[in-house]
């Protein structure tokens, strides 16, 4: 009796294994985002190097430590073809020349700030003014034009390179040794991933982002006004001749700053419209719906021709988002073409321009003591 109970138990089992197969399962190993290095020339005698991230979909990053900047991305359209879709140069020399932070982490104070001084703690700090009276991006020697020292990590998303750059008390007019690092990786689900991490000894103002140029059909291949853009921020901030905020939060709603739907860049970019002539375009700060600190949705944009699409997420309160509206095609890029009016778009997520001189914006301050971190992701996929 006790035989025949042990062979039914042997033919369940075994009709077990059929359904829903016994046969040892075998973990297979992840792919790996792999990261290269190379040589990439000198500045001022420094050796600077160029650092490439590869990841399981054939989606190829590059950055050099001469200012954190992103000189190429591969991206695959929705035929597998790939193009690189970052505005830049072929080469280091390009970027040592007068261009417009292409790719670069620009700081201490990226954006603007009005007639290039602030007061902070009682004490007035007088800035570099780059920006008619204005300074902009950090000022004539930010940080999109440090050799940064670079090191190869390893990240929750694989291999990632880590860039430090110390500032010292009084560069460019700012307050405090400011210790920034910035960690660029690469994900297996086509996400760029940029961490910043910021200290400071002083009380100061930091303003951190990435300064890259995006055109989704690839670099140099035309306008980017076929762009088809998603902001979901309900405000923006109007600014006035010298495109420095006024002070308001101002509606969308009703204007060509509504990109709450999906609408092409083009569409409104002429408008009969103030602050469209005062931007020349659009280069103006979104106010991003949803929780500061919290990593959300900014922006999705897509390329109807190629089928890219790129989404912007953030845990910054704001996001400037600019048309290349001052390319003018004297800028020669990679492979030799001239980057025209409207040829990239920027979409940088950050604090808001002007914030050490507006009480009603968010605090741009650094407190000694107190650490500032903050991502940005920049995740690709394609639609039909």
Avoid at 198 to 223: E, I, M, P, Q, S
Wanted: some cysteine.
């Amino acid at each position: 009796m006790a035989m025949n109970w042990i062979f039914r138990l042997a033919a369940i089992a075994a009709l077990g294994c059929f359904l829903v197969s016994c046969s040892p399962k075998v973990e297979q190993e992840p792919v790996l985002v792999t990261m290269t290095k190379q040589e990439y020339g000198t500045v001022d005698g420094v050796p600077v190097q160029l650092f490439t991230l590869k990841n399981a979909a054939g989606m190829e990053l590059s950055v050099t430590n001469y200012g954190g900047i992103i000189t190429n991305l591969n991206v695959p359209d929705a035929n597998g073809k790939f193009d690189d879709v970052v505005l830049g140069f072929d080469n280091l020399d390009g970027y040592l020349g007068s261009h417009p932070y292409f790719g670069a982490i620009v700081g201490r104070y990226a954006n603007r700030i009005a007639k290039a001084r602030f007061t902070l703690n009682g004490k007035e700090y007088v800035l570099a003014v780059n920006n008619g009276e204005n300074a902009l991006h950090g000022g004539l020697k930010g940080f999109d034009k440090k050799v940064w020292q670079a090191e190869e990590v390893t990240t929750s998303n694989g291999p990632g390179l880590r860039l430090t750059y110390v500032s010292p008390d009084g560069e460019e007019g700012y307050p405090g040794n400011l210790t920034v690092t910035v960690t660029y990786s690469l994900t297996n689900r086509n996400e760029v991933q940029i961490d910043y991490r910021a200290t400071t000894d002083a009380d100061t103002v930091l303003n951190l982002t990435n300064h890259t140029y995006f055109n989704l059909k690839g670099a140099g291949r035309g306008t980017i006004l076929d762009h088809e853009v998603l902001i979901d921020a309900d405000r923006f901030t109007p600014v006035d001749s010298g495109l420095i905020p006024t002070g308001e939060f101002r509606s969308v709603e009703g204007t060509p700053f509504d990109f709450r739907t999906s609408t092409p860049i083009g569409e409104r970019i002429d408008a009969d419209d103030e602050q469209i002539k005062l931007g020349g375009g659009y280069d103006h700060n979104f106010l991003i719906n949803g929780s500061t600190n919290e990593l959300r949705l900014a922006a999705r944009v897509k390329e109807p021709t190629t089928g890219r699409v790129m989404e912007v997420l953030t845990d910054q309160p704001g996001m400037q988002f600019y048309t290349g509206n001052f390319l003018d095609g004297s800028i020669v890029g990679k492979q030799g073409i001239a980057y025209g009016k409207r040829f990239g778009f920027c979409m940088d997520p950050h604090p808001y321009p002007d914030s050490p001189k507006k009480p009603v914006f968010p605090t741009a301050v650094l407190k000694a003591g107190d650490t500032f971190t903050s991502t940005t992701v920049f995740r690709f996929s394609t639609a039909q």
